[in-house]
């Protein structure tokens, strides 16, 4: 709370007309207080409201609430008792102004105790105690006249010496009015002074005057009573009405109800209100080391206003008694914070607001308002919901920690932008290799930024041009900046000048800043790059060294040194435009001096081959692909590195890989023999499943030949596959080089990339075992722990994505079947031999006999078999009505099938899919029961076979026979997941359709009774009714 100038005034006094009450009620004086305030503003910080709720959590602990609650006890007592003693007598009083007991006087000032006072078109008189007016008559008063006159009833204030309006009425012209001005007690006004105003609308010109803090009110005074307001009638133009004419067509009635009137009352009035909220730092990931700017850097990581609410003229009654309320009248304005250059502008227009709030027992709340109107748009909205979720932190302290997880996990820069929407509006990505300075054009900003750094910027001045001006941040101190660059959507380049280079022999052209500006969502961001781009599609981390040619002297000079992280695209070179430049490899991990050889930045013109690069390794080396790409729109070159080979599996299991490798012919047809004794290397690699995608390293050259041989390495007892499988540039029928498409921006490569890394990178998620019940499983899909043989497919992809040069491998099984269903079940052939086992949560490549002859699922109790009836793949296509024949599964076409196991009946569903070039048969409960009450729910599941009877009896169950189903109270679908019911043979619970209720008689163990008011449903089943019993666990 900022400093703020405060008057108050404290008025008690003792009216005779309290005596009619008895007890000490009737003793008790009448408090006024009055507090005038010229400027209030508040500073409200989330941390700050935090930090109260602990002190105050703190204090209820430390003070314990049993002191606490034997006071509010004693209070309610002794106030009950007090005012069980209380005069409840009602006084009415008929026809006021004509009762003979009022003298009416002319003038402007307050009338006195029955007294009438008429001025203009206003009548005014007092009560010698408090009354509230019950009715109002009106005789009509203009007969011929269609002048429309308003009169207003108002209750003169002594706290603020101001009228308070409290009804607005119209004359009649024909028949008598009657106005019921209080029609509850809550919201019936006692008061000593009121009057009636008449007035035309077309002679109404008169404004609520702001309230302006008159500290010259509470200096001491000799006449207590010489603050009395100024002329009634001011600021009114004479209406069509006069005061004598209206005072014969009134017939006011009172009521005087002592019980009623409040004991205390309490008149803030406030000249200006402003509350600042402001926002909570957030959490950033720590692996956002590149960030700068608002929110990042140590300097700008504080809070901001965000939403300022300003309440002008504001009121405030509060009123003790027995019928307590809250009274509020102001004028309300709301700003919001513009991200962009941090300026406040408006949000909510300056509206008037008036209120009351009863307090006692039921609590009402009236609202009366002008005309709202609000200024919305995206990025307000995203202000706005950053800032409820600063303050739904204070309220919910997991939020913050379900925040702090979500950052932790994915690529941290990304994620902290993310989190940072609607705080910053304006981001500036840095790519180049060098440190560059940027500011306002037209003012003195001068701040870095660093290579590969994002700085979260916002304009210094609102006045001066929106551009932005670069230059190298080298030691001096004149920088020489660029030309401004709009903050737009769009793509342009400036040029930038170095001190050091001069004389027109050294200056042979210019070094260009490339800059490319677009809309992400709430944000704008604007990418910062140079002539070169440098992309690294390998596993491992690559260093660089960036060369060009001086025309002076004909040497090469070095340019720029880095390292590029795996499978990214981070790094941008600045370079002359019409200098040769070339650039070198070698792996950062070896600890070695030697580089490869250099590398042209300029695309091959040989059958649009990429650069085949060697990089040493040691003392060896590992031949690589380098391919470049010029852009037409703006000749600016990307080179990416890739691998030679890579391998995707969508197998269970690991798979050990051995290579053998010889150099030999690039064709098929002159791939080597058995027969040829040459040279050749092995080599043993481990390959992940499971949809991973891996890269092979392999020896030589792209005229190398490789055969491959697969063996399960979780399998101890998996014999080698015999069949070598051939790996070379030659073995696909179209060239990998071919149909290497032109490209008119740089960033069109670099997000086919990123798109490529999200899908088949180290990181990447696959999916796998991608099927339909893959959501089923609550868990994560395991490994089987047995394999049977199977047979694989293999197939050769080019790797064309971004001018991509990779040769991939994929390895795929025949049929893939998982099993999202709690239960361990046996996939059988047709003559009932064992084929495998299908573990929960656990995808199993079954051997090819599954897409073409039928086959069985078994579950094994002790030395039991209990076998489902026989299914079967159905292979042609159903269409869209069409259906497949019993037992049979088709795609996109389930089947319900049972397993009986004696006393009980496994209900499943299987599932046929197509996705990634796979056959997916999935395995599911069939029902899910799904809780949505507050507390666990007892299931027992029983199913009936088909018959004729109409009812049963149902044994009785032991709890141990139960399933408890926890509460999902959110609206996923998950539950129970249900396969298992008891089975009940000859009995048939009701003939109703399914889903609806039926009653039934059971047997009832009368010591133990279980199913009391239980409901049964009835559930579809192929051969089965399924019927669902359900008691509430205490």
């Not at 981001?427 to 870095?448: F, K, Y």
């Not at 903050?487 to 001190?499: A, I, T």
């Not at 677009?518 to 990418?527: A, F, I, P, T």
Request: aromatic share 8%.
């Amino acid at each position: 709370m900022h400093p703020m100038v405060a008057g108050a005034q404290l008025d008690a006094t003792w009216d005779n007309w309290r005596k009619q009450e008895s007890g000490v009620v009737a003793r008790r004086p009448s408090i006024r207080v009055r507090i005038d305030v010229d400027k209030m503003i508040l500073e409200l910080r989330p941390c700050d409201v935090a930090a109260f709720l602990r002190i105050r959590e703190s204090l209820q602990e430390t003070m314990g609430r049993s002191e606490t609650e034997t006071y509010i006890r004693n209070s309610v007592n002794e106030n009950s008792a007090s005012t069980s003693r209380t005069n409840t007598k009602d006084y009415h009083f008929f026809d006021d102004l004509r009762s003979g007991a009022f003298k009416i006087i002319s003038g402007s000032q307050l009338p006195m105790a029955y007294q009438v006072t008429l001025q203009d078109n206003i009548i005014s008189w007092r009560y010698p105690q408090p009354r509230a007016i019950f009715q109002i008559t009106v005789h009509p008063v203009l007969e011929d006249s269609e002048e429309v006159v308003e009169c207003a009833l108002e209750f003169h204030c002594p706290l603020l010496a101001h009228w308070e309006p409290h009804t607005f009425f119209k004359l009649p012209a024909t028949e008598p009015l009657e106005l019921y001005p209080s029609t509850s007690q809550t919201d019936t006004v006692y008061a000593t002074t009121w009057r009636i105003r008449a007035y035309s609308n077309l002679e109404k010109d008169k404004t609520d005057l702001p309230f302006v803090f008159d500290e010259k009110i509470f200096v001491p005074r000799h006449d207590p009573l010489g603050a009395e307001p100024g002329a009634a009638g001011e600021g009114y133009r004479e209406g069509a009405v006069n005061a004598e004419r209206l005072m014969g067509a009134l017939r006011v009635s009172s009521v005087h109800t002592p019980s009623s009137v409040p004991h205390a009352t309490l008149a803030v009035r406030v000249g200006a209100l402003d509350v600042h909220a402001h926002d909570d730092p957030r959490d950033l990931p720590r692996q956002s080391q590149s960030l700068e700017g608002y929110y990042v850097s140590k300097p700008l990581m504080r809070s901001h206003r965000f939403i300022s609410i300003n309440m002008k003229n504001t009121e405030v009654h509060a009123v003790v008694g027995i019928l307590p309320r809250i009274l509020l009248n102001t004028n309300i304005s709301a700003d919001i914070l513009n991200t962009a250059d941090g300026v406040m502008e408006p949000l909510i227009e300056e509206f008037r607001a008036r209120g009351s709030v009863s307090l006692n027992g039921g609590r009402k709340l009236f609202l009366k308002m002008g005309d709202v109107n609000v200024k919305l748009d995206i990025p307000k909205l995203y202000t706005l919901k950053s800032m409820l979720n600063d303050w739904r932190k204070v309220c919910n302290a997991d939020a913050g920690e379900r925040e702090r997880r979500a950052a932790s996990s994915g690529e941290a820069n990304n994620v902290a932008t993310k989190v940072l929407d609607g705080r910053i509006s304006l981001w500036i990505h840095n790519t180049c290799s060098v440190a560059l300075r940027m500011g306002q054009a037209d003012t003195d900003e001068s701040i870095p930024i660093g290579a590969g750094a994002s700085l979260a910027y916002r304009w210094l001045s609102a006045t001066a041009p929106k551009k932005l001006r670069f230059a190298i941040a080298t030691p001096w101190l004149d920088w020489r900046w660029s030309n401004g660059v709009a903050f737009v959507n769009g793509s342009c380049r400036v040029r930038l000048e170095e001190k050091q280079v001069v004389g027109e022999a050294n200056r042979a052209g210019e070094t260009f800043l490339y800059i490319r500006v677009k809309d992400v969502g709430v944000r704008r961001d604007m990418h910062l790059s140079g002539r070169i781009t440098l992309a690294n599609m390998l596993r491992s981390p690559l260093m660089f060294k960036v060369r060009e040619k001086c025309p002076a002297d004909n040497t090469w000079k070095n340019v720029s040194t880095g390292t590029i992280d795996g499978e990214s695209v981070p790094i941008s070179v600045l370079c002359n435009e019409e200098r040769d430049v070339v650039f070198k490899l070698r792996f950062s991990a070896l600890e070695t001096n030697r580089w490869s050889g250099d590398i042209p930045l300029k695309e091959c013109r040989q059958d649009k081959m990429p650069w085949l690069v060697k990089v040493p390794t040691g003392e060896s080396y590992s031949a690589i692909w380098c391919r470049v790409v010029r852009a037409h729109a703006d000749g600016r070159v990307i080179a990416t590195a890739w691998p030679f080979f890579m391998v995707r599996s969508h197998l269970p299991l690991d798979a050990e890989v051995t290579i053998k490798s010889k150099p030999g012919a690039v064709t098929v047809q002159d791939a080597p023999s058995q027969n040829e004794a040459e040279a050749e290397t092995l080599s043993v690699q481990t390959v992940v499943g499971r949809g991973a995608t891996q890269h092979l390293q392999t020896p030589g050259t792209a005229s190398t030949t490789h055969s491959l041989t697969f063996k399960y390495s979780d399998v101890s007892d998996c014999p080698s596959g015999t069949l070598e499988i051939p790996l070379f540039y030659g073995v696909t029928k179209t060239s990998v080089f071919a149909n290497a498409k032109s490209v008119n921006e740089i960033e069109e490569i670099a997000e086919d990339l990123a798109e490529w890394v999200r899908h088949s990178g180290a990181r990447a998620e696959s999916g796998w075992p991608y099927s339909i019940v893959s959501n089923h499983w609550p868990g994560t899909w395991q490994r089987p722990s047995r394999q049977p043989e199977t047979e694989i497919l293999v197939n050769y992809v080019p790797v064309r994505v971004g001018g991509g040069c990779s040769l991939e491998l994929l390895i795929r099984p025949l049929v893939l079947i998982a099993n999202a269903s709690p239960l361990t079940l046996t996939l059988r052939a047709d003559n009932g031999a064992p084929l495998c086992a299908l573990e929960p949560g656990v995808a199993v490549a079954a051997p090819k006999d599954v897409m073409t002859n039928p086959f069985f699922l078994s579950k094994e109790i002790g030395r039991e078999t209990f076998v489902s009836d026989k299914l079967r793949v159905w292979q042609q296509e159903p269409g869209r009505y069409g259906q497949a024949p019993p037992n049979h599964v088709a795609l996109d076409r389930a089947v319900d099938f049972a397993v009986r196991c004696g006393q009980l009946v496994e209900m499943l569903t299987m599932c046929y899919e197509e996705k990634e070039k796979l056959n997916i048969l999935g395995i599911t409960p069939t029902f899910v029961f799904i809780n949505r009450l507050q507390r666990d729910v007892s299931v027992l599941a029983l199913a009936v076979g088909d018959t004729t009877h109409e009812e049963c009896f149902l044994p009785t169950y032991s709890d141990t026979e139960f399933d408890i189903v926890e509460p999902t109270l959110d609206t996923r679908y998950a539950g129970q997941r249900w396969v298992r019911a008891y089975n009940l043979f000859a009995v048939n619970f009701c003939k109703t359709n399914a889903g609806k209720r039926a009653p039934v008689r059971r047997l009832v163990d009368t010591y133990n009774k279980l199913f009391d008011d239980v409901d049964v449903f009835a559930l579809p089943e192929p051969q089965y009714k399924k019927a669902i019993s359900i008691t509430l666990q205490n």
